[in-house]
């Protein structure tokens, strides 16, 4: 196959490009023709595609999300807000705590080890990237009916692959949610969050400036895992009957993560970076063209210079390529032998593979040969943006009026009634004891677990002179935001706030992650403008922001949706962890108070 | 002049930090050891933490018992110098034969992590002075490979010489006692000399009443060997 | 009593970070010379009777749904000679 | 290049859990006939040069030293054929 570069494309305008396998509409791909004024080469191709694919570009969910920041209330604890890798918040002492939920569903579904394993290696790297040491996970999940043989595939392969890649990091895991219901069957939810701590002056952004400053690429080598994942795993409903559409699954290296992890923070310590990011689902392509569109100029990219673990990727491969555990930093020239010493130190592979420029394109080059030239911004941030159509289904009043009534739900009237629907209760999967799962998952690492499992909320101490810490709970009830998404995202919101707040911490941020159906039906897309506005209205009147989070579209099996599942995490400070309560009875004579009605 | 306990970060250990900590609350300085460095700066003792080292890939402790560190480590605890391995520090120890016996993979083919309930069988150790035997524990445990097995031979010698330190007990609550499978419950054993001791539960994670399972049984480890030094 | 063995091995383009483990401690053992290091499992399977093509058969099927994930792995199945 | 292979077991009076999950999984998947399975490891290892009798031996010495630990393990080296 010969190169397809920029000028090759310039003299072929008319050839045939597979903008449709990659996942692009027809209108998107003219757009591209229209901002480059020809039609873009093979590599630029992939990049859009990946780019502007529902998982990275948020075309559906973009106009809804606004609100979070519209209707954000006033916070002084706010450092960094949406829009970064994750928001920052400031917690006292001249600490600033970064947090994030994210999803990884259809990987995990798949692959179920392996999709929930990466799923915590991403949002580690996401915290990371922002300065912070990672200090804590937490896994809310969703699975379908306990005793369904799938399930059985799913489930313990989930909860090992969480387990061994956090484990493996050292995170201690503080918290989570397990949640059985039919409508996961085909499509599970595995989404992880992860807390970082940092010094007000260690945030780090993802911002590539000053010409001649180099590009690093550090962590693993590049192989062919999950090419076109991006486009085609998180955009397309998954269908078992285009086998081919399976790309290539990721797996996770936790032990390279955690090189990673330290010497990231040791370049951090050394103030060895100016910029940093993340490889993420759209691998070279966001985190290149990201750091330039932020920057104040342009980057130029010796693709070829790319360390492979498979020598015949093409361009458009490695551009694409999801191998996990890579990092891209922004380095002075006279900084870039130490970023290197301290590299291999860790037995980190470390390359510089391009500068930034004082231009305005992102050019990447393959052996001489220039394959892309873009402006940044055009891959990074100007991606198409949808307002769906939406509108409140024609089954929701039914939905709603379906109350049980006396005769369908009758009330235990005697001693023995009541002691059966206890036992019922008792002894059902999403009333169970969740040890089995929690017992797989190292709480102690760290030594700064205040509270974990079964508390209501997470909480670490972060200094250990002053004893300040925060804590985190993740709360989200499917079944209520079905018969409501907008009171039912609220209370998703409102749980969580109290379970951090009967911990004994103040609560101060929130991070969500909005698990819906397909964006393309009007149902679904009115459940989500509805749950986005409620959580936005609830974030407002409790007076604590959205500073991030992670939108997950097109979760169902067939023409199926998932239930709207918003995951709502907060988190919340404590001055000192002394003075939090857990539950249980800490004496015998103690009292017992029923706060509210 | 301080005691000096020096903890080894290898490439992927986890509670080395931890490790430093526990010897800071015992009283002692922690010497941060780095597993390229064959110079032990002049420690008065060793931690090898827990973790997993090189990803415990292999087998856990495998790759870094070939570590230039440890080739100083294994001729100074030849000659007496104490050391703890604590859970993958115990692997190490095995796999670089300062401790005999081997770890294999827990017999319920999970990672367990839990508050677990141990009997100190020997107190005569470097590491265990400060216990009586006969005590019980309560410290945290968190492996994947944790099934101590050696050969018929090996066992008799360690039961008949003394040298299994810690036993696995059941908690209050039940349960099972035995978390891994481990021969004879062994949680922890030590060489013939009583300087070296391994075992897979974590100490470090058991010093302070405000963190972790909130108990303190873990500290004595630290403070035994720092009463043993200074004695010395 | 006939043995069959299964190996399986990662796909060659899925990444072996054991593999890679086990490939960067050799040289610093002193073996060098060696390019590429994978690791898979092995599988010994004891029949109880003799190992004939429909036997062979249930084992391939086996492997497929069971020994190995498919999504990542590769399988073959041999039957141990001198046993 | 040329591939040798190492195959690494439990030594048989070592309890292999694994094997066994594996074993009593079968029947319930309905593959029967099967009286043991043991779960091993399986290394390939391509040589940068020829396999002659020095390179196997130094191999034969790493899987001794390092692939294998002889305390639970057994292992055996061989070269693979037709490759
Ligand atoms: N997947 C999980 N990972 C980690 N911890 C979990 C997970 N699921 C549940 N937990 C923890 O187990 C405890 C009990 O959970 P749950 O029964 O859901 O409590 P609640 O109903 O009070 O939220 C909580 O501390 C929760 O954080």
Redesign the pocket.
């Known amino acids: 196959m010969t190169l397809d570069t920029v000028k090759n494309a310039e003299q072929t305008p008319d050839a045939a490009q597979p903008w449709a396998e990659l996942g692009l509409k027809q209108d998107e791909y003219a757009r591209i023709r229209d901002i480059l004024g020809r039609r873009p080469t093979g590599a630029e191709l992939a990049m859009y595609s990946v780019m502007w694919s529902e998982h990275c570009s948020y075309k559906s969910s973009k106009v809804h999300l606004k609100q979070f920041g519209e209707k954000a209330p006033e916070s002084d604890a706010m450092l960094v807000g949406i829009g970064e890798n994750a928001g920052v918040v400031d917690v006292g002492q001249g600490y600033a705590v970064t947090f994030k939920v994210e999803s990884h569903n259809h990987p995990s579904y798949i692959e179920p080890y392996q999709g929930a394993a990466t799923g915590i290696g991403g949002i580690v790297r996401d915290i990371l990237a922002m300065g912070a040491r990672p200090v804590a996970v ?4 969703r699975f379908g009916a306990a005793d369904h043989p799938d399930t059985r595939r799913v489930l313990p392969g989930i909860v090992a692959g969480i387990g061994g890649y956090g484990n493996c990091l050292g995170l201690p ?1 503080i ?4 949640v059985f219901d039919p409508c996961y069957q085909g499509n599970p939810l595995v989404n992880a969050l992860c807390v970082g701590v940092m010094k007000h002056e260690d945030i780090h952004l993802a911002k590539a400036s000053g010409a001649g400053n180099k590009v690093i690429l550090y962590g693993a080598r590049t192989g062919g895992d999950g090419i076109g994942g991006v486009s085609v795993l998180a955009s397309e409903t998954f269908d078992d009957s285009k086998p081919t559409k399976r790309p290539a699954v990721q797996v996770g290296d936790p032990f390279q993560e955690k090189l990673l992890i330290e010497c990231t923070l040791e370049v951090f310590r050394e103030q060895l970076v100016l910029g940093i990011q993340d490889l993420g689902g759209a691998g070279l392509s966001c985190a290149t063209s990201e750091l330039a569109s932020a920057g104040s100029g342009g980057m130029r990219i010796e693709l070829d210079t790319v360390p492979l673990r498979d020598a015949t990727l093409s361009p458009e491969e490695i551009l694409m390529s999801e191998s996990q555990e890579r990092m891209c930093a922004i380095v002075e020239p006279d900084k870039v032998e130490r970023f290197l010493a301290i590299c291999e130190k860790w037995d980190v592979i470390a390359t510089v593979i391009g500068e930034v420029t004082d231009g305005e394109r992102l050019e990447i080059f393959w052996h001489g040969e220039q394959v892309v030239d873009v402006p940044p911004r055009t891959v990074a941030h100007d991606g198409p943006v949808y307002q769906r159509p939406y509108a409140r289904p024609s089954w929701q009043d039914a939905l709603q009026a379906d109350a049980p009534t006396a005769e369908r739900l009758a009330r235990p009237a005697t001693g023995e009634e009541l002691k059966q629907t206890l036992l019922k209760v008792a002894g059902s999967p999403n ?1 169970a004891s ?1 040890s089995w ?2 017992d797989q ?1 190292d709480r102690f690492v760290i030594g700064n677990t205040v509270l ?5 909320s ?1 909480m670490i101490r972060i200094d250990e002179e002053t004893n300040l810490g925060v804590s985190v ?1 993740t ?1 989200g009830n499917g079944r209520y935001t079905k018969l409501d998404p907008y009171t039912g995202a609220q209370l998703a919101l409102a749980e969580a706030y109290r ?1 951090v707040a009967a911990g004994g911490a103040k609560p101060l941020a929130v991070s969500d992650c909005l698990n819906f159906g397909s964006p393309e039906d009007p149902d679904v897309m009115w459940q989500f403008a509805e749950a986005t506005r409620g959580l936005a209205d609830a974030c407002q009147a409790l007076g604590t922001p959205v500073t991030g989070g992670n939108v997950s579209l097109y979760n169902q099996t067939g023409e199926v949706a998932i239930h709207p599942t918003p995951v709502v995490a907060v988190l919340g400070v404590i001055d000192d962890v002394n003075r939090r309560t857990p539950i249980g009875f800490a004496d015998e004579g103690h009292h017992l108070y029923l706060l509210g009605d | 002049m301080t005691t000096r306990v020096g903890v080894v970060t290898f490439p992927g250990s986890l509670d080395d930090r931890d490790a430093q900590r526990a010897i800071r609350l015992a009283g002692a300085e922690p010497v941060a050891l780095w597993h390229r460095d064959k110079d032990l700066h002049q420690v008065d003792a060793v931690v090898l933490p827990g973790g997993f080292s090189y990803g415990d890939y292999l087998r856990a402790g495998a790759i870094s018992r070939f570590s230039p560190v440890m080739e100083s480590l294994i001729e100074q605890a030849k000659l007496g110098m104490p050391v703890l391995g604590i859970c993958n520090g115990f692997q190490v120890l095995t796999e670089s034969h300062l401790l005999p016996g081997a770890m294999l993979r827990n017999n319920h083919l999970h990672f367990i992590c839990r508050d677990q309930k141990l009997r100190v069988e020997n107190a005569a150790t470097a590491w265990t002075s400060d216990y009586q035997a006969g005590q019980e524990i309560s410290i945290p445990l968190k492996n994947m490979d944790g099934r101590y097995t050696a050969d018929r031979r090996t066992i008799d010698e360690l039961e008949s010489e003394g040298r299994v330190v810690f036993r696995y007990l059941a908690s209050e609550e039940g349960g099972l006692c035995n978390p891994n499978g481990s021969i004879n419950d062994i949680a922890g054993i030590t060489n013939a000399a009583g300087n070296v001791v391994g075992l897979m539960p974590h100490p470090e994670h058991a010093v302070e009443p405000l963190v972790g399972t909130g108990k303190t049984d873990g500290l004595p480890f630290f403070t035994s060997v720092l009463k043993q030094l200074v004695n010395v | 009593m006939a043995r069959v063995v299964v190996d399986v091995m990662l796909k060659p383009e899925i990444l072996d970070p054991q593999g890679q483990a086990v490939q960067r401690a050799l040289p610093r053992l002193g073996f060098t010379g060696i390019a590429d290091v994978r690791q898979g499992k092995r599988f010994e399977l004891e029949l109880e009777g003799p190992v004939d093509d429909a036997a062979l058969a249930k084992i391939r099927e086996a492997a497929e749904t069971f020994l190995a994930n498919t999504v990542i792995e590769d399988f073959t199945v041999r039957v141990e000679d001198g046993q």
Do not use: H, R, S
């Open positions: 937490m896994d809310p999940l895991n918290g989570g949610e397990v009333q969740k799962i929690t998952y974990a499992t079964p508390e209501d997470g709970a709360d379970n």
